[in-house]
């Protein structure tokens, strides 16, 4: 095999790495093979073309999906709201963060001591827990956050900013949401550790661009990257509508937040149309996704 043909075997490989581990232990090897051989029809031997890699990415994001939703569309819609609660928990790790280090920085400052809270332990705990599909203890920590978020000290767990109806959401929706997949738990499937990544880069975004609305633990960079984000969910719908479950989800808090300040300060209504047509266009989207992938 020459050079050329080994550098395309590793692309293939590559990008067959979003189809699920079975399916590649099962059938990897066999695509593998009949991709080489189609390759040799080409005229110069080089990486696989944009649309066909993109064509592999999509398909084994479909399987994936597939496979963990069983053609049920009930399990495909837990899966997604199981990934909205993780995404909201994260939210609440990264200011519990950012929150400690903060105050940290503040006594270094003014050379006091400010011991860390245990109570910023839970929203991370929390996460945890969802993250590799534990609900019922990730239930209890949920619970146990949202209680903290609204006592005296939910300054220490980053609780503070945004409208009083923002913060319930924010806190009471993970709580909403975890409860009945704990009463009914769906096959448990845990996700990466490489997730808890994400709560500490929004906690030193926010430590190093500044804090900015929301409270969700990020700086300017993560919400410079939020529509970013929003329209990669929304072009992964036709292989997978969980990501767009989840960030209706995700996205339910700040537009509660937004009618929450439209009606007490009576602020444009652009915001409450931007929020609001954004979260329904999800959640349309991730219906529409869940029906066309339950029935192909």
Do not use: C, K
């Amino acid at each position: 095999m020459s050079r050329r043909q080994q550098l395309r075997q590793r692309w293939y490989s590559l990008l067959l790495l979003a189809y699920p581990r079975a399916w590649r232990h099962e059938r990897g090897a066999e695509i593998r093979t009949t991709l080489l051989e189609a390759s040799q029809t080409q005229p110069r031997q080089r990486p696989p073309e944009l649309r066909q890699a993109a064509s592999l990415l999509m398909g084994g994001l479909r399987t994936r999906a597939r496979m963990a939703a069983g053609g049920s569309a009930r399990r495909l819609w837990q899966g997604g709201l199981q990934l909205g609660a993780l995404l909201l928990l994260i939210g609440q790790a990264a200011a519990a963060l950012h929150m400690q280090w903060a105050e940290l920085e503040w006594g270094r400052a003014s050379h006091a001591i400010f011991p860390p809270n245990p109570l910023a332990l839970l929203p991370i705990l929390g996460a945890v827990s969802v993250l590799r599909g534990r609900v019922r203890s990730g239930l209890v920590l949920t619970a146990m956050t949202a209680a903290a978020a609204f006592s005296p000290v939910a300054g220490d767990i980053g609780a503070i900013d945004g409208s009083s109806l923002a913060i319930a959401a924010r806190y009471l929706l993970p709580v909403a949401i975890v409860g009945p997949l704990a009463w009914r738990p769906p096959p448990r499937q845990p996700r990466s550790w490489l997730w808890l990544l994400v709560p500490v880069l929004m906690a030193v975004d926010a430590e190093t661009s500044g804090a900015v609305f929301g409270g969700i633990g990020g700086g300017r960079v993560t919400w410079l990257l939020l529509p970013v984000l929003l329209a990669g969910v929304l072009m992964l719908v036709p292989a997978d509508p969980r990501p767009a479950i989840a960030a209706t989800v995700s996205l339910a808090p700040f537009l509660v937040g937004t009618l929450d300040l439209s009606r007490v300060i009576r602020q444009p209504i652009i915001g409450v149309l931007l929020w609001g047509g954004g979260t329904l266009a999800l959640l349309l989207a991730a219906i529409w996704g869940t029906r066309r992938l339950t029935r192909a």
